[in-house]
């Protein structure tokens, strides 16, 4: 089974912290993504990566980074946390054009 | 650019009924689409695809969708709603995205299924 796995499943943190939001992935995929989902608005893409050390712009990337030094492991980080990233944040792993292997999801919360 | 449109974010049904979740996509290429569930705090599983070939497709649960290229719709159902179904359906449609050598996916809004025992 691909396994798509998120650090930690809550977070809470203070306004100003950075923080780290931390996804592997099992099976070498190529592609990986990181989404936010608010209620009403649905997934919505922050930061994606096609290979090691690339990444892409999605919809929503102000306030957001990201890291992939190695093809199994992508990062975002929140440079300084604020209030309305307050949110959950869903990992998700493909290759090509096949369906997407989600993670559990992280339920961040900033204060 | 892709889209995708699910009509009702909030869909009542009863145990027994039939359900159907609506979705319509926009693509410049015939795309591939997904159909995916998310029960509460949880991450989001695959119900089903399209790819190519047979356009009514069968996926786990009971659940099927047909891709209708004429009305660029791929809805869902299921002949028969259990409480179980309770949770939220998400669609969505995947293409090619020009010069980068990937490929972008694109999810609807979501709807979230009631089952009223």
């Known amino acids: 089974d691909v396994k798509v796995t998120q650090s930690s499943r809550y977070l809470v943190k203070r306004t100003g912290e950075k923080v780290f939001l931390e996804c592997v992935q099992d099976?070498?995929?190529?592609?990986m993504f990181w989404y936010r989902q608010d209620p009403g608005l649905g997934l919505r893409l922050i930061y994606f990566?096609?290979?090691?050390?690339?990444?892409e712009k999605g919809d929503i990337p102000e306030g957001y980074s990201v890291s992939r030094e190695k093809k199994e492991r992508f990062s975002l980080i929140l440079e300084s946390a604020s209030t309305n990233q307050t949110s959950m944040y869903l990992c998700?792993?493909?290759?090509?054009?096949?369906?997407?292997?989600f993670g559990q999801g992280t339920r961040l919360t900033v204060v | 650019a892709q889209s995708v449109t699910q009509l009702g974010s909030h869909v009542s049904v009863s145990e027994g009924a039939l359900v159907l979740l609506r979705c319509n996509y926009s693509?410049?290429?015939?795309?591939?689409l997904f159909w995916y569930v998310q029960y509460p705090n949880q991450g989001l599983q695959l119900l089903l695809k399209y790819t190519t070939g047979a356009t009514l497709v069968k996926g786990i649960n009971g659940f099927e969708a047909e891709f209708k290229k004429s009305e660029t719709s791929f809805h869902l159902t299921k002949p028969s709603a259990h409480m179980s179904d309770a949770a939220e359906y998400f669609c969505?449609?995947?293409?090619?995205?020009?010069?980068?050598?990937?490929?972008?996916?694109?999810f609807g809004k979501g709807t979230k299924l009631s089952v009223i025992p």
């Open positions: 969505a449609v995947s293409e090619a995205l020009a010069g980068a050598g990937s490929y972008q996916l694109t």
């Open positions: 099976m070498d995929h190529e592609n």
């Open positions: 693509s410049s290429v015939p795309p591939y």
């Open positions: 998700a792993s493909r290759d090509s054009n096949t369906e997407a292997f």
């Open positions: 990566s096609y290979d090691v050390k690339m990444k």
